[in-house]
């Protein structure tokens, strides 16, 4: 039994390190290849390339070091040296997997140490968890499995009992990791590392319950379901500090030219990145209303819990945009701001299929209707002057064009339009296709009514000395100088002219 205890030993550790453990040597064989096992990388960061060549041979046994443990362990549980022989093999076989776990890049990081890192570096090592983690329950727990059911095939309760307490050490490193990140600080950033995490504990689940049967392995997949509910628990908790941020986001400073807000931005683009993982949200807890029935009382589904969250964010982002345009003083502005945040919010809803489900078409039409009513309101409120200027009413008087009244209409349009291109060449519309339709219409209205107006009229001007003076601008300048609002350059008329 000394002299078999001994050579399983040896068969058993790499050979590296079997002088250390004066062991006789082998001679060279072929590997047992464990590639042969059907793998997918499930992880957005794959396993680093310098140690993907080792980890082809692992773990380096052939078929005849397989046999020979085969029988060895057959012998000694059989001649009633089973603890003997399953001390052994759980010693070097957890050397042998810590070994390659250090050589994958995955260190003993103390729950303090986590507690202590900057995000950045935290992010970095959540990565190399995470890739680390799939790799081990999709290339080495199967190999490893599969290793104890060819050493101890005779025996297979026994097979399953190392292979799960096995498991077990390794998995509880991973998981004292994932504990020390769910207690670090939450904030909105860290949304999509623990998503990450979620994912790979989910997608672990049914493989370990297929590697393992044992109450070991139960409680486990106990600790594990421990671990991914605590995870989606802090998903929630961040949405939650999102919906907060955007309630507190209470700016009292106007965003230049009435562009997109960064709060908008911001918001847009994490819900688009949110949403990517809508089947991972779908399955935490994001409320805890009950949900009795599966449809509402006029017979349509009801919303997920993750959908009606995703609503409340975008109601918030309304209502903050609404306050932030009343701090722009010129109405037309604060309508420009609202126009531009809100089509960019529709083009991102747009660009994402997940986020455009969520929200729906009745959503998507009355923010639409929204936007052209801001249309209609910045219509109104800059150009209802401008053509009250061009009017043709109360020009005449007994038949006669009253001179001075059509001079002072010339000269307030000329007054009116100069100021309006001045601060409206400054403002910017970034959407060009909504640029294009604030010209469009600007022109559609103002154009027609100058032509109008100047073929009726210009004839009383043109003959006296003055008539320049009024008669400034062509219907082709007009439209020119349309066409350089909302493109954030101011250009004096008068240097445009020249």
């Not at 549980?77 to 050397?95: D, H, N, P, T």
């Not at 001179?403 to 309006?420: Q, S």
Request: net charge neutral; glycine share 4%; proline share 4%.
């Amino acid at each position: 039994m000394s002299l078999l205890d001994e050579e399983f030993r040896a068969l058993l550790y790499p050979k590296r390190c079997r002088l250390e453990l004066k062991t006789p040597k082998t001679p060279k064989q072929s590997t047992f290849n464990y590639n042969s096992l059907s793998t997918k990388d499930l992880d957005r960061c794959a396993i680093p390339e310098t140690v993907s060549n080792e980890d082809e041979e692992f773990p380096d046994f052939s078929q005849e070091a397989i046999s020979n443990m085969n029988k060895i362990a057959t012998s000694m549980i059989s001649a009633g040296y089973e603890s003997e022989c399953c001390l052994v093999y759980s010693i070097f076989r957890k050397m042998a997997l810590g070994d390659q776990l250090t050589k994958l890049g995955f260190d003993n990081i103390s729950f303090d140490d986590v507690q202590r890192m900057q995000w950045e570096s935290l992010e970095g090592e959540i990565s190399m968890w995470i890739s680390i983690f799939r790799h081990c329950y999709t290339v080495l727990f199967p190999g490893e499995r599969k290793l104890s059911d060819s050493i101890f095939s005779e025996y297979p309760s026994i097979s399953q009992r190392l292979f799960s307490d096995l498991a077990a050490v390794v998995i509880k490193r991973f998981l004292n990791f994932a504990e020390g990140v769910v207690l670090t600080k939450s904030s909105t950033e860290k949304l999509f590392k623990f998503l990450d995490m979620h994912e790979t504990f989910r997608d672990m689940l049914p493989l370990m319950g297929d590697l393992c049967s044992c109450e070991t392995a139960k409680d486990l997949i106990f600790e594990i379901c421990v671990a991914q509910s605590r995870i989606g628990k802090m998903a929630v908790n961040i949405f939650s500090e999102l919906e907060s941020s955007i309630k507190s986001d209470q700016g009292r400073i106007p965003v230049p030219s009435g562009q997109v807000h960064p709060l908008t931005r911001y918001t847009m683009n994490y819900l688009k990145y949110a949403c990517e993982y809508t089947d991972t949200l779908e399955g935490v807890d994001m409320s805890n209303e009950p949900e009795p029935e599966n449809c509402s009382d006029n017979g349509t589904p009801r919303k997920s819990p993750f959908s009606k969250r995703l609503m409340t964010i975008m109601d918030l982002l309304d209502a903050n945009l609404d306050m932030k345009s009343k701090l722009y003083r010129d109405p037309s502005l604060s309508n420009i701001f609202l126009m531009n945040n809100g089509r960019y919010i529709l083009q991102k809803i747009k660009g994402s299929t997940e986020i455009h489900d969520i929200m729906g078409a009745t959503w998507r039409r009355k923010r639409s209707t929204d936007l052209r009513q801001y249309h209609k309101s910045y219509q109104r409120e800059t150009w209802s002057r401008v053509l009250q200027c061009i009017s043709h009413e109360g020009l005449q008087s007994n038949g006669k064009v009253l001179k001075p009244v059509l001079k002072e209409r010339f000269k307030n349009f000329n007054t009116l339009f100069e100021e309006i291109h001045k601060t409206q060449s400054t403002w910017v519309v970034s959407d060009e296709q909504l640029q294009s339709e604030l010209r469009v219409s600007i022109s559609a209205v103002v154009i027609p009514a100058y032509r109008s107006f100047l073929g009726r009229f210009r004839q009383y001007l043109e003959g006296s000395k003055q008539g320049e003076k009024y008669i400034k601008y062509q219907p082709e300048d007009i439209e020119t100088y349309i066409e350089e609002l909302f493109d954030g350059n101011p250009m004096s008329m008068g240097r445009r002219r020249t």
